[in-house]
Nanobody, 125 residues
Framework: VQLQASGGGLVQAGGSLRLSCAAS????????MGWFRQAPGKEREFVAA????????NIADSVKGRFTISRDNAKNTVYLQMNSLKPEDTAVYYC???????????????????WGQGTQVTVSS
C-alpha cells in the first residue's frame, strides 16, 4: 500500500485545514486508516482512525470536537478535517494504513504496517 498525504500548511490559530491521504496498491475498502502526528522532540501520537467502511471512527481526546475523519472509498482517499486549530496542533501529520482487522479502528502506531510521508501543519498564534 502506498500512501500520499497532502493538505498541510501554515494557518493562524482558529483556522481550518483539510488533510487528504490518497492510497494505492490495494483495494481501498480493504484497508483501515488512521492519522497520527509528531511534534519536534515528541513521540508520534494518535489523532484519528476509521474502519474500512467509515462506519466506525475514533478521535483522540486532545482534538475531539475540532477534528473529524472521513473516507471516500470511490476516491481511495481518507480525510482529516481540522477546525479551530491551536498552536499545539503544530506537527507533522502522517496517514497510516492496515490490512488487518479492518472492521475495527486502530489507535496505536504498532497496528499499522503502511505509512505516508507526512505533511507539515503549522499553526501560528
Amino acid at each position: 500500500v502506498q500512501l500520499q498525504a497532502s493538505g498541510g500548511g501554515l494557518v493562524q490559530a482558529g483556522g481550518s485545514l483539510r488533510l487528504s491521504c490518497a492510497a494505492s496498491g490495494r483495494t481501498f475498502s480493504s484497508i483501515a486508516m488512521g492519522w497520527f502526528r509528531q511534534a519536534p522532540g515528541k513521540e508520534r501520537e494518535f489523532v484519528a482512525a476509521i474502519n474500512w467502511s467509515g462506519g466506525s471512527t475514533n478521535i483522540a481526546d486532545s482534538v475531539k470536537g475540532r477534528f473529524t475523519i472521513s473516507r471516500d472509498n470511490a476516491k481511495n482517499t481518507v480525510y482529516l478535517q481540522m477546525n479551530s486549530l491551536k498552536p499545539e496542533d503544530t506537527a507533522v501529520y502522517y496517514c497510516a494504513a492496515t490490512t488487518r482487522r479492518i472492521i475495527v479502528v486502530h489507535t496505536t502506531v504498532y497496528e499499522y504496517e503502511h505509512w505516508g510521508q507526512g505533511t507539515q501543519v503549522t499553526v501560528s498564534s
